[in-house]
C-alpha cells in the first residue's frame, strides 16, 4: 500500500467518522464526542498502527526523478 493510498483512506475516513457524528447525535457516544473531531493527522495514526498490526507494509513515496 503507497502512502498516498492511505492518504486518500484517511480524507474519505474523516469525512465519514464527521458525518457519523452528525447523524447520530452524542446519545450513545461521551457527551464530548463531537469536541473530539478526528483531525487527519490522528485518524492516519490510528489507520497506520491498524495496518502495521495487521502485516500490511506502507511503502514511501518514490523520490522524484533526478534533474537533467
Known sequence: ???????RIVENLCVHLRHAIR??????FP??????GFDAASVK?????GLH??????TPPAP?????
Open 53 to 58: 498490526a495487521a502485516g500490511i507494509t506502507i
Open 23 to 28: 447523524v447520530t447525535g452524542t446519545e450513545a
Open 64 to 68: 522524484p526523478p533526478p534533474l537533467p
Open 1 to 7: 500500500m503507497t502512502e498516498e493510498q492511505v492518504d
Open 31 to 36: 457527551s464530548n464526542l463531537r469536541e473530539l
Open 45 to 49: 495514526t490510528a489507520l497506520k498502527t
